[in-house]
């Protein structure tokens, strides 16, 4: 097995990101040495203080899937050379798989004044509006701002605006993400590929292949729940259930959050 799972809303909770009602369930799948891999929209200096709170050393994909990051130990430099691209980052081996931050900054300048007012980017926010839009703290909110590849941004307007802007962004190469606050300006990339491009690393590794489960609340984890063996969909606190394609091996939780997800997990590991 690899379990792929979404962080906000789903392995934590969307109000308080605790993901305690999940403790459990997470020492079930270390002991069982089941590789949970945290796919999320969530920045490389976000996820590394969570992965230590979760005592997790696998590798993990950041910004909706715009990058993989692999410890440092995780594939021999023969297999690294083989995949090419990676870099080095901050103690991971990083390969970005879209263009990065500064690209999308530009992309949103070429649209000049016409969407003024009706929305505000996270460059704009900085940390201490990041941290009024979020919950998160101050300190937190900053690692959110640490972005690589994306850049997220508050939408102010309506709805019919919202899709004017998604089409002009479309035109310029950009792709627009829902996620459970924000809309997400990312390339062409997204957690379903990500996820796949991750799941032949390891099935290389290990020269067998794995079954695949994957976890999320939000329109930015369609592409993972449509294509793993498993999906599991959270309920959301905040937003309707998801409703995918697909109609087989799809779990829908009784609960939101990491308690959904735990019961989620157990259920479908028992199958
Ligand atoms: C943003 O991501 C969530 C994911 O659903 C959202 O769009 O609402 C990201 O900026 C992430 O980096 C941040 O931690 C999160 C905080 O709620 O919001
Ligand atoms: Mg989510
Ligand atoms: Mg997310």
């Known amino acids: 097995w690899l379990i792929f799972t979404d962080l906000d809303g789903t392995l934590l909770d969307h109000h308080t990101y605790s993901f305690s009602a999940a403790h459990d369930q997470i020492n079930r799948l270390n002991q069982l040495e089941i590789p949970l891999i945290c796919c999320t929209s969530k920045t490389f200096a976000e996820v590394i203080p969570l992965r230590s709170q979760l005592k997790n050393r696998h590798p993990f994909i950041v910004e909706n899937g715009a990058a993989v ?138 020269r067998h292949s794995f079954r695949t489960i994957a976890a999320g609340d939000g329109k930015n984890d369609v592409p993972m729940l449509e294509l793993a063996d498993y999906a599991l969909v959270i309920q959301s606190s905040t937003n309707p259930t998801l409703k995918l394609t697909r109609t087989e091996r799809v779990f829908y939780s009784e609960h939101t959050g990491p308690k959904g997800w735990a019961n989620g997990i157990q259920t479908i590991l028992s199958m």
């Open 69 to 206: 990051y692999l410890p440092l130990s995780f594939l021999p430099e023969r297999a690294l050379q083989a995949i090419g691209g990676a870099q080095l980052h901050q103690g991971f081996w990083r390969f970005g798989l879209t263009e990065n931050r500064a690209h999308w900054l530009q992309c949103l300048a070429q649209l000049g004044d016409r969407f003024k007012g009706l929305y505000s980017t996270f460059t704009a926010l900085g940390p201490q509006g990041i941290a009024d839009a979020t919950g998160l703290s101050l300190e937190q909110a900053a690692q959110a701002n640490q972005r690589e590849f994306s850049e997220p941004l508050l939408w102010l307007g309506d709805e019919l605006s919202k899709i004017a802007f998604t089409q002009e962004m479309n035109q310029l190469g950009a792709t627009i993400v829902e996620g459970g606050r924000f809309l997400h300006i990312v390339g062409d990339s997204n957690k379903g590929k990500a996820m796949l491009w991750l799941q032949q690393i390891f099935t290389s590794k290990a």
